[in-house]
């Protein structure tokens, strides 16, 4: 199963955030920024913390992708457009999730051009982009190589499913392997 939890980063209640996420929150531009930032991180903490009662010390892969050391079986994932987050969060699958804000992307068929591989599915319009875009995001977060794998062509076989993000927002999330059952929450509320 891989679950996908529903972030909203200007009303949510989340824990203290620790010395390095203050500090890292510290060097955005601003303080929405800032605070989005540190309500998205609170949020991962404390739903990896409902999955292992290990120590949360995180670890980041050769690409980017965090994982945890001390708890490997709990795979996960953090994507955050604006207001909203998602998180995914598995075990022992990989798993990979993505949210855009959907607005006016004029130049969205250059985007496809740079990132798509050959023979993607191509998006029906510019709204269509964020769908489309969601989607291949989600897959290539997955398999560990966030945008570093654009134009490459992802072997083996994905679970991706599209997810209600609220709205204004598209989202979807990929898991390796077929037949993964998602289940969506909203984090914050009566879960």
């Known amino acids: ?3 996908v939890w529903r972030v909203n980063l200007d009303t949510v209640a989340v824990p203290p ?10 060097r955005f531009a601003t303080e929405e920024l800032s605070n989005r ?3 998205a991180h609170g949020a991962l903490r404390e739903i990896l913390g ?8 995180f670890a980041v892969g050769e690409r980017g992708k965090p994982y945890l050391p ?16 998602l998180i995914a969060v598995s075990l022992e699958t990989e798993v990979g999730v993505d949210v855009e804000q959907i607005r006016p992307m004029p130049n969205y068929a250059a985007m496809i051009d740079r990132f798509f591989p050959p023979g993607a599915e191509e998006p029906a319009d510019e709204q269509d982009f964020f769908r489309v875009w969601t989607r291949f995001e989600a897959l290539l977060k997955a398999c560990g190589v966030g945008l570093y794998g654009a134009g490459v062509t992802v072997e083996g ?5 599209e997810v209600d993000a609220g709205e204004g927002y598209a ?4 898991a390796a392997g077929l ?3 998602v289940k969506i929450h909203d984090f914050g509320a009566n879960e």
Do not use: C, D, K
């Open 1 to 3: 199963m891989i679950e």
């Open 17 to 26: 955030p620790t010395s390095a996420e203050e500090a890292r929150a510290a």
């Open 37 to 39: 930032y540190l309500a």
């Open 50 to 57: 409902r999955f292992t009662s290990q120590r949360l010390q």
């Open 70 to 85: 001390m708890a490997p079986e709990v795979r996960f994932n953090l994507a955050h457009s604006r207001g909203r987050a």
């Open 157 to 161: 076989e994905w679970t991706i499913e």
């Open 171 to 174: 989202g979807a999330v990929a």
């Open 179 to 181: 037949g993964h059952t």
